[in-house]
Each structure stands twice: as structure tokens, then as C-alpha cells.
């Protein structure tokens, strides 16, 4: 027969979100491991033995009772796991902070190429200026 897991306060608990889907996946085997040794394997096999109801009721109550708790369960996990995602209006912020810093990139990048410009346009001037006054001693 497998070892008993160790107690749940000595099993590493997973941070949600850490590692994503694995941590959550590895969390609900570690529960499920802890939880299997619950389910009355005694009754079960008393059942397989004797024909008394009494034995099928104590079962079918042991097993509804784990079904509730395993759907307590998954319903934490999904909530859990809902708290995680971004909500709508986080992303629309990340969204905004991003559109945002590209806006300064891009404005930054403008006034670059504008003094870029300005630059040219003076030793354009210039350069007019010479050949006008070359041509007019000419």
C-alpha cells in the first residue's frame, strides 16, 4: 500500500499565478492525493461482501459528501485562478502606459529629425548664398 503525503502544512503550497497552469495543476493532484485516502475503502470493499442497504447508504453518504467538497474545492481553484487574470481595466491601463511610452519615443525621435532638418536647411541657405554670390561677381 503507497505511503500516506505528509500532512497539508508541511506540503509546499504553490502561489497562485507564480508558475501558472502547472502550480495549479500540481496543487489539485497534491489535494487530490490528500483527499483519496478519505473515501471509506473499508465500506467499499464491507459492500462488496454484504448485501445490508445500510452499507450501500454509509457509502453513497461518503461519496456525496466527497463529491461536495471536491466541487468546493474546484470552485476555489476557479476563483483563484480568475483573481489572476488582468481585468479589463488593468489591461486597458497596461495598454495606455504602452501607447504612452511610444508616444515619447516617437515625439523624442521627431524632435530629432526636426533639428536634423533645421540643420540642413541652414547649410542649404548657405550654399545658395555662396553660389548667389559667385554668379553675381561672374
Same mark, same amino acid.
Given at each position: 500500500?503507497? !505511503?500516506? &503525503?505528509? &500532512? /497539508?502544512?508541511?506540503?509546499?503550497? /504553490?502561489? /497562485?499565478?507564480?508558475?501558472?497552469?502547472?502550480?495549479?495543476?500540481?496543487?489539485?493532484?497534491?489535494?487530490?492525493?490528500?483527499?483519496?485516502?478519505?473515501?471509506? $475503502?473499508?465500506?467499499?470493499?464491507?459492500?462488496?461482501?454484504?448485501?445490508?442497504?445500510?452499507?450501500?447508504?454509509?457509502?453513497?453518504?461518503?461519496?456525496?459528501?466527497?463529491?461536495? $467538497?471536491?466541487? +468546493?474545492?474546484?470552485?476555489?481553484?476557479?476563483?483563484?485562478?480568475? !483573481?489572476?487574470? &488582468? %481585468?479589463?481595466?488593468?489591461?486597458?491601463? @497596461? !495598454?495606455? %502606459? %504602452?501607447?504612452?511610452? =511610444?508616444? @515619447?519615443?516617437?515625439?523624442?525621435?521627431? $524632435? @530629432?529629425? +526636426? +533639428?536634423?532638418?533645421?540643420?540642413?536647411?541652414?547649410?542649404?541657405? !548657405?550654399?545658395?548664398? @555662396?553660389?548667389?554670390? =559667385?554668379? =553675381?561677381?561672374?
Amino acid at each position: 500500500m503507497a !505511503e500516506p &503525503p505528509p &500532512p /497539508p502544512h508541511q506540503q509546499p503550497q /504553490p502561489s /497562485p499565478g507564480a508558475g501558472g497552469r502547472e502550480d495549479m495543476l500540481a496543487c489539485v493532484a497534491a489535494l487530490e492525493v490528500a483527499l483519496l485516502p478519505c473515501l471509506p $475503502a473499508r465500506e467499499l470493499q464491507a459492500v462488496d461482501r454484504s448485501l445490508q442497504s445500510s452499507h450501500q447508504i454509509d457509502v453513497e453518504r461518503h461519496a456525496r459528501d466527497f463529491m461536495e $467538497a471536491a466541487k +468546493k474545492l474546484q470552485s476555489y481553484l476557479i476563483s483563484l485562478q480568475r !483573481e489572476d487574470q &488582468p %481585468t479589463a481595466e488593468d489591461l486597458l491601463r @497596461k !495598454e495606455i %502606459t %504602452t501607447m504612452e511610452e =511610444e508616444l @515619447k519615443i516617437k515625439s523624442e525621435l521627431i $524632435a @530629432k529629425n +526636426k +533639428k536634423l532638418i533645421e540643420g540642413w536647411q541652414k547649410e542649404l541657405k !548657405e550654399q545658395l548664398g @555662396k553660389h548667389v554670390t =559667385e554668379l =553675381e561677381r561672374v
